[in-house]
């Protein structure tokens, strides 16, 4: 969807769709966000965006949060299509919790939670025929195929979020490039292992291990001790947590700067490569 095709009926139903699974029969009085944004926009927080080389994907929000966790948000957010924007639900929830922090379980269960409320949210935009992560999919599968040129290596992706990490595997694929999809942390260290991938296209956010777990335990194994990783979060991260990977790009991010950044890593000379020594 572009933004000139957004209006405040799309808004609101997006909006109403989210409280009702959010809260039920108990949905609160939500006030409007005064942001300056033209238009439907204006109930919407900008997000500041990542300096990066190129075009810097925008990304709205507005905070709704749920019975169990005032912080999720709404999301129109463009990503990997440049000029399309797509609802989403941000969980808001990447704290590292390990299991001596109090009250751990309950944290946990909340999280669980928010995961399951946001595939449900954004699977009821579908059915509504708002603009989502699976529209983006579709358009990129439905545009134009790798030329049958030789592949240029296999990428790993490694990303809980289906719609998303599909749409990535395609850009990737016409790039020239053979693709495997995992969806946790402890799946990717069996693939990197089984597969010896070029590279491993990491996210943070993730099930059973996170992207920084992942990378501990690949750079202690001498299997997979030698393997790229780029990792990628829509999270705020240290400076000290991104150096473990061999090059990070910021979630949202177009298809040139995926590009961009993956032969950043594979063309790096493997003495200047972190290798968590």
């Not at 969980?91 to 995961?115: C, E, K, L, Y």
């Not at 016409?174 to 990717?188: E, H, L, M």
């Amino acid at each position: 969807m572009k933004l000139a095709a957004l209006t405040d009926e799309i808004v609101e139903r997006a909006v109403s769709i989210y409280q009702d699974l959010a809260y039920g029969a108990t949905r609160p009085t939500r006030a409007a966000v005064a942001d300056g944004e033209p238009g439907p926009l204006g109930r919407f927080s900008r997000e500041p965006s990542q300096p990066v080389a190129g075009h810097a994907c925008q990304r709205f929000s507005m905070r709704l949060g749920n019975r169990n966790y005032p912080f999720m948000k709404l999301l129109l957010q463009e990503h990997l299509v440049e000029g399309e924007f797509f609802f989403a639900v941000d969980t808001h929830d990447q704290m590292d919790i390990g299991a001596d922090f109090p009250d751990h379980d309950q944290w946990q269960a909340v999280r669980t939670f928010n995961s399951d409320l946001k595939q449900r949210i954004e699977e009821q935009f579908e059915r509504a025929g708002l603009d989502t992560a699976a529209v983006v999919r579709r358009q990129i599968i439905e545009e134009r195929r790798v030329d049958g040129t030789p592949y240029r290596g296999l990428v790993l992706i490694v990303d809980d979020e289906e719609h998303l990490a599909t749409a990535v595997e395609k850009l990737i694929q016409r790039a020239g490039f053979r693709t495997c999809i995992v969806d946790d942390g402890a799946k990717a260290l069996a693939a990197a292992r089984a597969l010896q991938p070029d590279l491993l296209l990491l996210d943070y956010e993730l099930p059973e291990l996170d992207g920084l777990e992942v990378i501990e335990q690949l750079r202690r194994d001498p299997q997979t001790r030698h393997l790229r990783v780029l990792l990628n979060s829509s999270a705020q991260m240290s400076l000290a947590d991104v150096q473990r990977a061999d090059g990070f790009l910021s979630k949202p991010f177009t298809e040139g700067l995926l590009n961009a950044m993956m032969k950043r890593v594979l063309d790096k000379d493997p003495a200047t490569l972190r290798r968590g020594e």
